[in-house]
């Protein structure tokens, strides 16, 4: 019997399937809460799959625990705890919100090339005014992403069918994504989309030619700050930066220069240097600069529960099979590098 412990709130047909489920026990804790706490050793001690988004305080009783599986697709609160070493696999979330970050991607490069937020103030003082900053089109763009996973691949859908062209800048080359999630009919799995790819020592060629930046890479310790100085200066002071992933890719002191001195002409936030950002932060104030509250992709997105749920249904009935995992994290990954 597996015994499958849910520390997550429900999504009712998944719990169906997995309760009909022939050699799987379920149960579900609760009062599910997204953060590290006990739970009883009594509840936890025969666990062999856990459904989280943190590991309970006193995780090292689970002594049967053979698998993990995170609802964030970030993996950081999973550092440290010798999963390796006991024998314990791991999986993320990752592809639960292409779509809604890739969609906000899309509105913001709308936004910015016609400058939505000058309209708005115009609206708000009563301003009858029909510059020509007001009626660009993003058609015939070029936008740059920087790392291909499921948001750069969901975000060069939905660009390339608004006839922009798709650079790409990537480490290693683009392969297909079988064992990775992602919601049918979206994304790029086969990873054929973009218009030019480059690599890492093509950096400068990559940005020279932007006019949209979309930061798609993970944070880890090799691109915190990936984005500084002198990159931001290769890009054409016309371009635009989005950044969804993680605000310290980028350097926050450069990013204000650029910014207030020209080197670029905007920027779009959903990810910050502070949470939240202190009212006091001169980015608030920038008016080439749109800031969201890291709401592009999150928890309270209406399919979330949904897809997330639909992750851990598969990777409980591969994992009977003996069969490859959805989002299996490395050995690599877990230990933070």
Known sequence: MLNVLIDMPVYEPVLRQLQQTPGVAVEVVAQPEEKVRPLPVSQIQDCDVLFCTFLPEN???????????ISSAGYSQLFGKNLTARGVRACNSLGVFDVPIAEWNIAMMINLARDVRGLVRNQENRVWDRSARFQKEIRGSVVGIWGYGGIGRETARLAKALGMT???????????????????????????????????????????????????????ATTTGLVGEAELRMLPPTAFVLNPARGPLIQETALLKALQEGWIAGAALDTHYHYPMPPEHPLWALPNVILTPHISGSSLSPRFLERVSSIFLQNVEQFLAEKPLLNELTVSQLAGN
């Open 59 to 69: 995780h090292e009783a689970m002594t049967r625990l053979k698998l993990v599986q």
């Open 166 to 220: 798709v650079h790409v800048l990537v480490r290693q080359p683009i392969q297909n994504r079988d064992t990775v999630f992602c919601v049918p009919g979206t994304g790029d799995p086969e990873g054929t989309l973009p218009d030019r790819v480059f690599y890492g020592h093509e950096k400068e060629a990559f940005l020279n030619g932007l006019d949209f930046l979309v930061m798609a890479v993970p944070q880890t």
